[in-house]
Structures are given as structure tokens and as C-alpha cells.
């Protein structure tokens, strides 16, 4: 039997046996929520019980190390290390989950519990991203089963964080550079084009979360009294958000209206297979002249994430002092990420919306060019891994 077919016999054994399922639902039923206080103390749980334990037993070495930024969750890295001379493969996990929303889970349904029900199990970060590292790491421990050793070196980064912005990831990386240099950088946290087949990112977006507020005086005032007086703050966000896109969602800031749709990329996107999401897509949304890959993977896009004025739940006849949205710029390369913000600032103030102030709430990332693979990494190719999986997996640039 070759290497390939004696780690997939130990991965089935593994899936078949339960032990997979029975991995899974412990990782589950920690609270991680990056969102909210009360998941803070399983935050630090998670990855000294739950993660540690199974690096360990597979011969890593871990660290714990907290976070540059003020309060921010821990961060571990493992390695293992079998020679300097063989490359170095780093991989990511995160094992924070977004909020539990109890009350919105259907009947039988419950987050920090994973229910099996048909060919499907649920469970609140179960498919983001408690799966996907469990799986990588026992993959990586099927290989170490079937030869003794992996034949590479292997390093992992797990934070918890992600569904918060990843605060103080991007410090952290670049204070220990060392510690995570590697030849290649393979991690699994999005979603598949088409479930029945694996999609391989090259590159990834970037993205920005920010509040858009309008905040004129304490309280509320009396609408019989100071209507037509007094500004009404939530009229000023409603323009200026009306302001950054057009009534079809198209972006009208020139700052970020992408410049890296290049005919090499609409040609690779053009290949891509239908996106199975399962949802019906609005065609009448978005950049009008893209198709939906190019909308998607290849253009920027801005979402009003949340927004509140006064007391949605019982509306007082009074002008409310302030209004705020929570927004969000996802982006392409070639937008630039610093500039985001003093874009918006510049934009408002052309349209005559100085009112509106705009507050960073959460951290940015930077996209990334799409990777080719050279090479020594050939055996990332499409050919290999169709061996491998018995399917052809779908390539996306970002
Ligand atoms: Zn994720």
C-alpha cells in the first residue's frame, strides 16, 4: 500500500469509528464566543485543554502567548519540527465562534451542542472553524501514523479572535516572524464553491469593519416641539449611507471601486463552476456590468452590517439625539486598506454630509495576491490533488 492509502485508511478508521464526530462535538461544546465577555474564559480553555493536548500527542511543541492587543484573546503556535533542511509548512486555525443567538437556533437545534441529524451535524462554529483545523490536524497526525513522521516540517497559528477582527494577529505576526517563517502558508477557514468538491483560495480579500455615526446632542427631543428645528440625525446617516453605493449596491466612492479585474483574473474567474450557495441570488444587485464570480471574488463590496436611532422597540414621538450604522467595506487587492476611511471622510464631505463621522471599530486586513504555484510547490497542483481526493477541486484567485 502506498503512503497515500495507509494515512487514508487511518483518516476513514478515524471518521468511521466516531472518533471524529465524538472530536468534534467537544470542540463544540466550548462557548468560544469572540463577541461577547462571557466567552472569554473558554477562549483561553479551548486552546490549553482542547487544542494543546492534540498538538502535543502528535509530537508539537506549543506556546501560549498572550496578545499584543489590550485584552485581546491568547494566541497559540505549535511546531514540529523534524528537519531544518525539509520545508515548512504553517498552518491557521481560529477557535473562536461568532454569538451563540440561543434564540434563534430552530426547535431541536442547539449551539454548543453538536446534534446529528441526517447526513448533517450542527453546531455553533462546527463549519467555522472548529471542523476545518480538527481536520487538518488529523490529517497531519494520519501521515505521522502511517510513516512515523511527516517528511516536512509543520508549524500551526491558532487564535481566537477571528470573528472579532482578529485583534492584535497582525502585531503579533509581525513581532514573531521568526517564529512563524515557513516555505508555505495552507489553512482552511472559507467556504467551498460547490460542497462536493474542495476550492483552493490563492489569495484573499480584505476587509473593514467601521461605524458610521451621527451624534448631535444628549437625548431626545420632543418632535411636536423641535420638529423642522432641530437636525435629525438619523435622516444625516440615512443620506450619507444612500451616499456610498447607488440604489443597486454599486459602490460610488472612486477610492474604492477596484483596479485589479484584469482579463487574466475575469478569465480565471469566467472558469469557475456555478456558486451553489443554496441561496436565489439577486441579479439586479450589484456591479451591473459583473458576473457573479467577478461580483463576488473579484469587486469590492460595502455592507450596512446593523444600524440603530432611538428605541426601535417602542419609538418615542422625539427627534433622537444620534443615529449609527455599523458598516463593512469588503476588498480586492489593490484598494488601499489605510486609505479606506479617509476615502469615506473625503467622499462625505464632497456630498455635503459633514455631520457624519466615521469610527474604526474593528481591525483591517490586507488583501493578498493570488499565488502561483512554482515549482516546489507542484504537488498543490490541481492534477495531484484530484489524485489525491478523487474529484477535481475548483481554484479561485481571492
Ligand atoms: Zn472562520
Known amino acids: 500500500m502506498t503512503l497515500h492509502n495507509i494515512a487514508r485508511a487511518h483518516i476513514e478508521t478515524y471518521f468511521d469509528s466516531g472518533d471524529f464526530q465524538r472530536d468534534l462535538a467537544t470542540l463544540v ?4 464566543e469572540s463577541q461577547d465577555a462571557r466567552g472569554k474564559p473558554h477562549l483561553h480553555a479551548y486552546l490549553h485543554d482542547d487544542m494543546a493536548p492534540m498538538l ?14 489590550p485584552d485581546g484573546p491568547p494566541i497559540l503556535t505549535a511546531e514540529r519540527i523534524e528537519d531544518a533542511a525539509l520545508p515548512t509548512v504553517l498552518s491557521y486555525g481560529h477557535g473562536d465562534v461568532v454569538r451563540a443567538q440561543e434564540d434563534q437556533w430552530r426547535e431541536g437545534l442547539t449551539p454548543f451542542e453538536l446534534i446529528e441529524e441526517g447526513d448533517r451535524l450542527y453546531g455553533r462554529g462546527a463549519a467555522d472553524n472548529k471542523v476545518q483545523h480538527l481536520i487538518n490536524l488529523r490529517a497531519m497526525g494520519a501521515v505521522i501514523k502511517a510513516q512515523g513522521r511527516l517528511g516536512f516540517n509543520a508549524k500551526v497559528i491558532i ?15 509581525a513581532a514573531n516572524s521568526e517564529l512563524l517563517k515557513a516555505d508555505v502558508f495552507i489553512a482552511s477557514d472559507g467556504p467551498r464553491l460547490r460542497p462536493a468538491a474542495p476550492t483552493i483560495f490563492t489569495g484573499s480579500r480584505g476587509g473593514t469593519s467601521f461605524d458610521l455615526e451621527v451624534n448631535l446632542r444628549e437625548g431626545a427631543n420632543h418632535s411636536g416641539n423641535f420638529g423642522g428645528l432641530l437636525a435629525d440625525p438619523a435622516m444625516i446617516l440615512s443620506h450619507a449611507l444612500a451616499s456610498i453605493t447607488d440604489a443597486k449596491g454599486q459602490i ?20 469557475l463552476p456555478a456558486h451553489d450557495t443554496g441561496i436565489d441570488l439577486d441579479a439586479d444587485w450589484g456591479e451591473q456590468d459583473l458576473t457573479p464570480a467577478e461580483r463576488v471574488f473579484g469587486w469590492n463590496s460595502f455592507a450596512i452590517l446593523a444600524m440603530s436611532a432611538g428605541v426601535p422597540a417602542a419609538p ?7 443615529a449609527r450604522a455599523t458598516c463593512q467595506l469588503r476588498f480586492v487587492v489593490g484598494t488601499e486598506v489605510d486609505d479606506v476611511l479617509p476615502a469615506l471622510r473625503r467622499h462625505l464631505d464632497r456630498e455635503g454630509l459633514a455631520r457624519s463621522r466615521s469610527l474604526n471599530t474593528a481591525a483591517t486586513a490586507s488583501p493578498r495576491h493570488g499565488w502561483t504555484p512554482t515549482t516546489r510547490w507542484s504537488a498543490l497542483r490541481p492534477p495531484r490533488l484530484k489524485k489525491a481526493w478523487g474529484s477535481p477541486p475548483t481554484s479561485c484567485p481571492t
Open 56 to 69: 502535543e500527542a502528535m509530537g508539537f511543541t506549543c506556546q501560549f502567548h498572550d496578545n499584543p492587543a
Open 159 to 173: 487564535e481566537m479572535g477571528e470573528e472579532a477582527g482578529s485583534p492584535g494577529l497582525k502585531e503579533f505576526c
Open 316 to 322: 418615542l414621538n422625539a427627534i433622537a439625539g444620534s
Open 29 to 32: 461544546s466550548r462557548p468560544t
Open 252 to 271: 460610488r466612492i472612486p477610492e474604492w471601486r477596484p483596479t485589479s479585474l484584469t482579463p487574466r483574473i475575469r478569465e480565471v474567474l469566467a472558469s
